[in-house]
């Protein structure tokens, strides 16, 4: 079946990299997402991948994917405290619905 | 401003009561969902419509309906609120199913006592 997963907490000292892992199931999925969620807040688009491609910069976020392995990380670099909540990563699944990790909470200490 | 907004933000709610959350997007967007959120077990769709009067059911529909009589709203309808549907729900909007991610409502969290 579709599943997601990802570890559950990070913690990373401030101006240091973070690197968020996930792996999913479906092997059809067409783009891969990173959302993020800050406390009381909805959840932000920060980044998509398409299938096809291996690796996405944008500014501090740098997205990995390695589709033989079905494995998906997010790396930002420079990591600040602003940077503190959940990262879910996301997947195309059937029946038009993404598909969610569980989600990593990340806590940047100062 | 391109938006989703849900209300209410907060319902405390009791059981057997009937409620509405009302979903309403600005951007002309054809597809719509529904998700719920618990800790550790991330978002689950709970129901989605791909266009007006077009709706199907998701991962974990039990105990909701909804309704597309109009492009821009998409409720979730609670009939008969239980305590396991206290939770964080969330509306979604995109222009299509396969647009680059989606546009997220705040969210509303909703206890049922």
């Known amino acids: 079946g579709e599943d997601v997963e990802q570890s559950l907490f990070l913690s990373v000292r401030e101006g240091d990299s973070s690197v968020i892992n996930c792996t999913y199931t479906?092997?059809?999925?067409?783009?891969l997402y990173w959302y993020k969620q800050e406390p009381g807040a909805g959840l932000q688009l920060l980044t998509y991948?398409?299938?096809?491609?291996d690796m996405k910069q944008d500014q501090r976020l740098t997205v990995l994917l390695n589709k033989k392995d079905k494995h998906l990380s997010l790396r930002i670099a420079d990591t600040q405290t602003g940077d503190s909540a959940i990262y879910f990563c996301a997947e195309d699944g059937s029946s038009y619905k993404l598909i969610f990790g569980s989600g990593t909470r990340l806590l940047v200490r100062p | 401003e391109a938006q989703v907004t849900q209300n209410p933000r907060y319902l405390i709610t009791v059981t057997g009561k009937k409620l509405t959350v009302t979903c309403s997007q600005n951007?002309?967007?054809?597809?719509m969902s529904w998700y719920r959120q618990d800790p550790g077990l991330g978002l689950r769709q709970i129901y989605y419509?791909?266009?007006?009067?077009?709706?199907d059911k998701g991962d974990v529909p039990e105990g909701y309906k909804v309704s597309r009589k109009e492009k821009r709203n998409f409720p979730l309808i609670l009939e008969s609120p239980s305590p396991n549907q206290t939770s964080l729900y969330f509306c979604a909007s995109s222009l299509s199913q396969a647009s680059y991610g989606y546009t997220f409502g705040s969210g509303t969290r909703l206890t049922v006592v």
């Open positions: 991948i398409f299938s096809n491609m």
């Open positions: 419509s791909m266009n007006v009067e077009v709706t």
């Open positions: 951007m002309n967007h054809e597809y």
């Open positions: 479906d092997s059809s999925s067409t783009y």
